[in-house]
């Protein structure tokens, strides 16, 4: 049996992997290459300084997968609802990684357009990565929007555009269940 190790905010905690859990990861370790799309949400970013963008891309390639789509869209809540079904209508990617835009400022939008679409929520995203973030950026961590869920049978995960806040999605969340996350939605 596999431990895994969960992040509580004044200690870890070690939890035994359950047998199914364990048997999901085994089963959905069997599919293969994940078809991923990568959207950067953003007024002033360009594909020359997608930093964040550069990074889920190397993570995803590195990791085995595809990316299947790539794109840099303004913080206009149609334009970004508009990129969503696009995607899932034109595109096999069977994860969409959004970046940028959830903040409180008043042109972050993302978290407001991808929420109303969400047909299942996975608030679990969220708040791991705002406790995850905690312990990089403190009290500030309570800003972020974070969120996940899924539309139209496709994973959908919208995460702050800042390099630090990819690389603690991605590699503490995001890649070490990629291959489980895919399956749960199209088994």
């Known amino acids: 049996m596999k431990d895994a190790f969960i992040l509580h905010p004044s200690s870890f905690i070690l939890f035994m992997s359950s047998p199914s859990t364990q048997q999901h990861h085994e089963i959905a370790a069997k599919q293969g ?7 950067t949400v953003s007024d002033t970013r360009t594909r020359e ?3 964040g963008g550069d990074l889920i ?3 995803i390639t590195t990791g085995g997968h595809r990316v299947a789509f790539r794109a840099i869209v303004k913080d206009e809540p ?3 609802t ?3 079904d696009q995607i899932v209508n034109e595109t096999d990617a069977r994860m969409l990684l959004f970046t940028g835009g959830t903040g409180i400022a008043p042109r972050d939008t993302t978290y407001d357009a991808l929420s109303r679409k969400l047909e299942k929520v996975m608030p679990g995203f969220g708040e791991l990565f705002r406790m995850l973030s905690f312990a990089e950026v403190g009290a500030a961590a309570m800003l972020s929007r974070a969120t996940a869920g899924t539309y139209r049978g496709r994973l959908i995960f919208s ?3 800042s390099p630090n806040a990819v690389q603690v999605a991605m590699d503490k969340l995001i890649m070490p269940e990629i291959q489980h996350l895919a399956w ?3 088994r």
């Open 33 to 39: 290459v994940i078809s991923v799309a990568i959207i």
């Open 49 to 51: 300084n997608d930093t």
């Open 57 to 59: 891309a190397e993570r």
């Open 78 to 80: 149609s334009q970004i």
């Open 82 to 84: 508009a990129l969503l």
């Open 159 to 161: 995460m702050p555009g």
């Open 184 to 186: 749960e939605v199209v």
